[in-house]
């Protein structure tokens, strides 16, 4: 994954890291010792004379075939311009990609990495390159722009391929370099340097090897690989089957933990999952679907906030908060427009995610106009979410005119219509839609549960909530109860498959989330360790299973569902808890699941700082914070903070008791 611009130029005369000094050789041979015979002396003499022709033949044929190899397995000293481009900082889970605007008329190209050819490129193939003059080296290489047959409306998608393992570039974390060079037909170099930074990604030490206790670090690991390997030239795709950029996927991903680990990653792919809209504007692109006989319109695109806001919270980058403020306003603004049901004030349009035949009952099959006439829990949630964090944003970049009040109130009302609206006394929750007719369809929705409990401070609903939501052995069902179809509709397999009461990871992630944030050990419990024998049924994190662990093999290795995994350790285990002036620890440790005394997260990256933390007991009340042995009254670090990397180990440490 990486794209580089160029930096700057400089002379290959001058010193630079592309340099490759000769290596020179001397040669000594000591005098031999005199002896007593004259005649014995002549005749050692007489030997060693062609024995020294032979050893000086010898070398100088080494030193000619050494200089040969370094000529083919290393970059040359240089006479044309080098181009150095901007340096890049990866994790170790990531495949190398990059992409890099060629000179015209090249006549062959080479690239080193370490030194080490690794790959060469005629002439030939870069004329039938069909992007021209720009060359594609890893993952970038594999890269196909646009639409596709299937598939439109996305801005990046690797067409019918697939992400294959077997051709990715993985690195060791240091310090690397790959050199680029080719040659023109007048015969003058053009060489170009790329610096990579490669950082291991935060380790999970649970204190345990026995084989029951260690699959939490196994799972961890696995999940980590599988986010880094989806990701291709920047860009997240959503997984094995869905090889394209998608808002929801990014966006639900970046706030369950990739922000932490790929941010360049996520501000790239929230940066494309954007279309143009009236006047110009930039608003939050739609995802496709082929189901309901066409997508309706517009329903859950508001959702890159729910991406972007996490990560500015990493980042602290104030540039991309400002573009997504603008982006939130505009989609905002077409959603008011073209999806405000003003006689009700809910927001008109399928569930976020559930947008399949198979996620609604059999009336609406293929009915998309049908579809759109309906609200749904998740993303009028969404809504609520879109006008609550674009006020932080206008707000934190400094803006105290009235729009920020006009968002606030809008949010404000939006909330209450949803408690209004979508409860459903019958069920002690949220109804999973209200129909085309105002009335509501008394199945729950665990996605829309899980951010009511994130968004809503309300106590009594929240623990109906907790206490009706239906569970299973490895999980919350997606929807609950399972609808119903008619026999030409089961022989069509859509209530065998996908939406109707499966397990999604990535809602598991949200649900123990939310579960966490509530106090309940016992349910984030549940979900863990459902979460984490589903992905040992097949060793990845599939999209979806059904209710007894199997799953699609088609549907492996997926960006929400392995982040939907991280989320459990980042923001329940250890309690990270992502704030506007920096991040407050409250953390979940069961002893039943992490019986060692201390357990440990290290190298966590937040706002230029290396978090190293260390959990000491069981339970989730905190007894005792410190910061680089300062103990502190509250379990707080502020996102100007300075935490020392002289003494990583040190960093962070908390005890907590039951």
């Known amino acids: 994954m990486l794209e580089s611009s160029v930096l700057r130029k400089r002379n290959a005369t001058s010193p630079s890291p592309s340099s490759h000094s000769t290596p020179q050789y001397a040669e000594t041979l000591s005098a031999p010792r005199r002896r007593d015979s004259a005649s014995f002396e002549k005749r050692k003499i007489d030997v060693q004379r062609p024995l020294i022709l032979r050893v000086t033949v010898v070398l100088f044929a080494l030193i000619v075939v050494f200089h040969m190899l370094l000529r083919y397995i290393r970059p040359p000293i240089l006479d044309g311009d080098i181009l150095l481009l901007d340096p890049i900082e990866i994790l170790s889970t990531v495949p190398v990609g990059f992409g890099l605007d060629l000179p015209k008329n090249l006549s062959a190209l080479k690239i080193f990495l370490d030194s080490r050819l690794v790959s060469t490129i005629s002439k030939a193939a870069l004329s039938a390159n069909n992007d021209g003059h720009n060359f594609n080296f890893g993952t970038c290489d594999i890269k196909d722009h646009g639409e596709n047959d299937v598939l439109v409306n996305h801005t990046f ?3 019918q391929g697939v992400l294959d393992e077997r051709k990715m570039t993985f690195l060791k974390p240091g310090n690397h370099v790959i050199d680029i060079q080719g040659r023109n037909d007048s015969g003058i170099i053009h060489y170009a340097q790329l610096a990579l930074k490669v950082n291991s990604p935060p380790e999970l030490i649970l204190g345990s090897s026995t084989i029951q206790r260690s699959r939490y670090e196994i799972a961890y690991k696995l999940a980590l690989k599988e986010v880094g390997t989806n990701i291709a030239c920047n860009h997240f795709v959503a997984g094995s089957g869905w090889v394209q950029l998608w808002t929801r996927d990014t966006s639900y991903a970046s706030e369950l933990g990739a922000s932490f680990l790929h941010p360049q990653v996520v501000m790239k792919s929230l940066m494309d999952s954007v279309e143009v809209w009236k006047d110009g504007k930039k608003v939050w692109l739609q995802d496709t679907c082929s189901h309901f006989g066409g997508w309706p319109i517009l329903s859950d695109a508001i959702v890159g906030v729910r991406g972007a806001w996490p990560l500015y919270l990493v980042t602290g980058d104030k540039e991309f908060l400002s573009w997504a403020y603008q982006v939130t306003k505009a989609s905002l603004q077409r959603a008011e427009e073209e999806a405000l049901d003003k006689d009700t004030g809910l927001f ?8 399949s035949n198979s996620g609604y009952p ?4 293929s009915e998309g106009a049908l579809v759109g006439k309906t609200k749904a829990l998740s993303t009028n949630m969404l809504y609520y979410s879109g006008y609550k964090y674009a006020a932080k944003m206008g707000q934190e970049l400094g803006i105290v005119d009235a729009s920020i009040r006009d ?11 949803i408690q209004r609206r979508l409860w459903s006394a019958s069920l002690n929750n949220y109804a999973y839609f209200e129909d085309e007719y105002g009335l509501l369809v008394d199945h729950t929705e665990g996605l829309g549960s899980a951010l009511a409990l994130l968004e809503f401070d309300d106590d009594e609903r929240n623990d109906m909530i907790l206490k009706s939501t239906y569970t299973t052995e490895y999980g919350i069902p997606c929807l609950w109860p399972q609808f119903k179809y008619s026999a030409a509709v089961w022989e069509w397999r859509v209530a065998r498959h996908y939406h109707n009461g499966r397990l999604w990871p990535f809602v598991q992630g949200y649900w123990a989330m ?4 509530q106090g309940r050990d016992d349910l984030f419990s549940e979900a863990l360790k459902g979460i984490t024998a589903l992905s040992e049924k097949g060793n990845t994190f599939a999209e979806f299973y059904n209710l007894n662990g199997t799953f699609p093999e088609g549907r492996r290795s997926q960006l929400w569902s392995a982040t939907g995994y991280l989320s459990m350790m980042y923001h329940g285990v250890f309690g990270v808890r992502l704030e506007l002036e920096g991040i407050r620890f409250s953390p979940m440790k069961p002893k039943d699941l992490f019986p060692a005394p201390t357990i440990y997260l290290k190298e966590l990256r937040y ?3 290396i978090l190293n933390i260390h959990l000491h007991g069981h339970g989730t009340n905190i007894v005792s914070f410190e910061v680089n042995h300062s103990k502190k009254n ?25």
């Open 362 to 365: 059999e009336k609406y099959a």
């Open 514 to 517: 939310a579960a966490a944030h």
């Open 634 to 658: 509250d379990a707080f670090i502020a996102s100007d903070a300075t935490v020392s990397e002289a003494t990583p180990a040190e960093a962070i440490k908390g005890s907590i008791t039951s």
């Open 348 to 355: 008109l349009g399928c569930s976020s995610f559930l947008e």
């Open 607 to 609: 706002r230029g700082m």
């Open 157 to 159: 998608s690797l067409g």
């Open 407 to 417: 968002l606030e109130e809008k949010a404000s009302l939006l909330k209450a219509t």
